[in-house]
């Protein structure tokens, strides 16, 4: 499970389907062992279907998703929930439980897989709060009294609070203004290299990817080009040559660069 | 098999940690790290290297369970492969006052009694304003709808009369027919006794077109529509349609809550005279089935039971339950701000305060038909 040269995703020929609209057709990917993997593409494209499929919450028409070797088709009720609790995920919009505090929403799976004393989910919580970067009196406050930026390190502590090995986040700095997502990539960076986390991100935010990413997968006409962020830059393909040149780009690039 | 071992090394001290150190174990380290009797100064050596899958949680309980013993007179060393995160926790840990020291959620004063009062008379008050509020926003559309008839929104009254009247014709005519089967039942059982079967015709006709054709419409329609406007009006606020409308200079009352409530007031009336037929069908039905009363015989009695206010003193009601019944819903539906159980509270409330508030009008309006004689 940990032999760093076996991939940690593997997703072989997958083809989704939503009636006669075909989102994926054969598409492969492969996330290393340890890498920040940003998921790239136009909107419709499939970035959102094609986590969940990875997730487990989807099934796909064809095609295999193998996480850490395993078909994900053929485990069991209890491999699943295992499967479940290896990983951390944060969605678009956050996803916190609105009637719970942060710290309840951090301490949500704990307390369904483990039993520990009171006072040890309260350290954990604070120890996760400080770990996403927050200041030890949000973990007192409602989903609704927090900012954007504030949301999105909430769900990442409740993401981390299982000790996932591998990290789902969906857009983690859209509806962020520059300086907090920049904050946010620092972090993600940050805890990449202190918890030996694998992280597959899909992002729209080009400086993020610029900063954070080790490989690029772009999703275009249904398949997934992957290569470093060098080599996607020097692809030929249309879209991407518009996505990664076009007018946002270049400043962004420029801003990369310094 | 214990997580914690204790022993001393000539003037030092060797902690052997071993057994699952993930969070799997958190539970029996935690508990041998309470129990753990020292030491308070010299040096601790942590030895990991038995311990299996360190997680980052035990570890930080370690770290603070460690600091709380012998704070900077113990100096500790980890040997044996620690854990890649022991740097970060231990960072963190020279910090551990502070993100500890979180509020607990800033608990509200305990209310005294008077304060209770004082701030449910303030609520009350707030309410009041607000329904009042409300009741002049939506009367100042229909007085609008006079000089500029779109307002009345016409498409959108229609989808409203199927939703909340054609589509619970089939519920509303069903309990009706049962209930009155019901009661003409009962009655049948106890007028037996003294002869005057002939009487159930009154009771069920009197009983059914009066009050329980109404009544009962109007409690599912609460249940049925109440809640839905709530829900549609809540889940609209949540995702900053209204706010939206309101943008674009188009007033929400007009577009969400009026045709709502007009549509309501056209649909329960009209509802209420399918229960009370249907209502008829079932008490003639279990007169002709049970006390072999023949359908002519049970609509000679009926024409004698009934003076010409009956059937009207149940309509007249339909209209005023379904503007309460619209009220109530599209208001709670409007207060609903922030989160998912605001919502849930609120549309619970919409349809009990509208249940409530039909049973109180319906018995208001029996002592005024009694007073005028109606």
């Known amino acids: 499970m ?4 076996q991939p940690v995703i593997r997703v072989h020929g997958l083809v989704s389907r939503f009636g006669a609209q075909v989102v994926h057709n054969g598409l492969d990917l492969e996330v290393r062992q340890n890498e920040i993997f940003g998921i790239v593409g136009g909107s ?17 028409q064809a095609g295999t998703v193998q996480v850490y070797g395993k078909n994900l088709q053929e485990l069991t009720r209890p491999e699943q929930l295992a499967m479940a609790q290896s990983y951390g995920v944060t969605f678009q919009s956050g996803a916190l439980i ?49 900012s954007g930026g504030m949301v999105k390190r909430a769900a990442l502590a409740r993401a981390l609070s299982l000790e996932p090995k591998l990290l789902f986040l969906d857009e983690p700095t859209s509806g962020l203004d520059p300086i907090s997502a920049a904050a946010f990539d620092e972090l993600l960076l940050y805890l990449h290299a202190e918890l030996h986390l694998t992280v597959v991100m899909i992002t729209h935010d080009l400086d993020s990817l610029l900063r954070t990413c080790n490989r690029i997968g772009v999703i275009v006409d249904g398949r997934m ?21 076009g007018p946002r780009a270049r400043a962004a690039e420029n801003a990369a660069r310094g | 098999m214990d997580a914690l071992a204790l022993q001393r090394e000539g003037e030092d001290w060797r902690l052997c940690l071993s057994g699952d150190w993930s969070l799997r174990g958190m539970a029996q380290i935690d508990g041998e790290l309470r129990a753990l009797p020292g030491p308070e100064s010299g040096t ?67 209310p005294s009694a008077l304060g209770k009062l004082g701030r449910w008379a303030v609520l009350q008050g707030d309410e009041a304003r607000g329904v009042l509020g409300f009741f002049g926003r939506i009367a100042t559309v229909l007085g609008q ?9 016409i498409p959108s009254l229609a989808r409203h009369v199927y939703e909340t009247g054609v589509t619970a014709i089939p519920i509303v005519s069903l309990i009706a027919f ?22 159930v015709v009154d009771l069920v006709t009197i009983g059914v077109l009066r009050e329980m054709g109404v009544l009962l419409t109007a409690i599912i329609v609460a249940g049925r529509s109440g809640s839905a406007f709530a829900a549609e009006i809540g889940v609209m606020q949540l995702n900053e349609e209204t706010d ?45 089935l049970q006390l072999h009363i023949p359908p002519e015989q049970f609509m000679a009695r009926l024409r004698e039971a009934l003076s010409p206010t009956t059937f009207w003193a149940g309509l007249v009601k339909a209209p005023v339950f379904a503007l309460l019944i619209g009220m109530v819903g599209a208001y709670r539906g409007m207060q609903v701000r922030e989160s998912a159980r605001e919502l849930g509270r609120l549309t619970t409330m919409a349809v009990v305060q509208a249940i409530f508030l039909v049973i109180l009008a319906d018995a208001l309006f029996a002592v005024l038909f009694v007073q005028i004689d109606f």
């Open chain 1, 2 to 5: 940990d032999d760093p040269a």
């Open chain 1, 44 to 60: 419709g494209a499939g970035k959102s279907v094609l986590l969940h499929t990875i997730l487990g919450l989807r099934r796909p």
């Open chain 1, 98 to 146: 609105s009637s719970l505090s942060v710290a309840q929403n951090i301490q949500l799976p704990l307390r369904e897989y483990y039993s520990m004393p009171e006072q040890a989910l309260d350290e954990l919580a604070a120890l996760n709060v400080a770990l996403v970067g927050l200041t030890p009196d949000a973990a007192g406050k409602y989903p609704a009294q927090l």
């Open chain 1, 225 to 245: 080009i992957t290569d470093t962020l060098e080599g996607i830059m020097q692809n030929q393909h249309p879209w991407i040559r518009e996505y990664f040149h």
């Open chain 2, 44 to 110: 601790l050596i942590c030895d990991w290297s038995h311990a299996e899958r360190p997680g980052i949680g035990p570890v930080w309980a370690l770290l603070g369970r460690l600091a709380d013993l012998g704070g900077s007179r113990l100096h500790v060393r980890h040997e044996g492969g620690p854990p890649h995160t022991l740097q970060l926790l231990q960072k963190l840990n020279l910090d551990r006052q502070a993100i500890l020291s979180a509020p607990p959620g800033a608990a509200p004063p305990l």
């Open chain 2, 145 to 153: 709808t006079f000089s500029r008839p779109r307002a009345l929104r």
């Open chain 2, 178 to 199: 049962l209930i009155s089967v019901v009661v003409a039942y009962l009655g049948a059982q106890q007028l037996t006794r003294f002869g005057a079967d002939i009487f």
């Open chain 2, 244 to 288: 939206a409308l309101r943008a674009m200079g188009m007033n929400p009352i007009e577009l969400l809550v009026v045709p709502r409530i007009l549509a309501l007031a056209i649909a329960l009336p009209l509802l209420t005279v399918i229960a009370d037929a249907m209502g008829l069908a079932g008490g003639g039905l279990l007169a002709s």
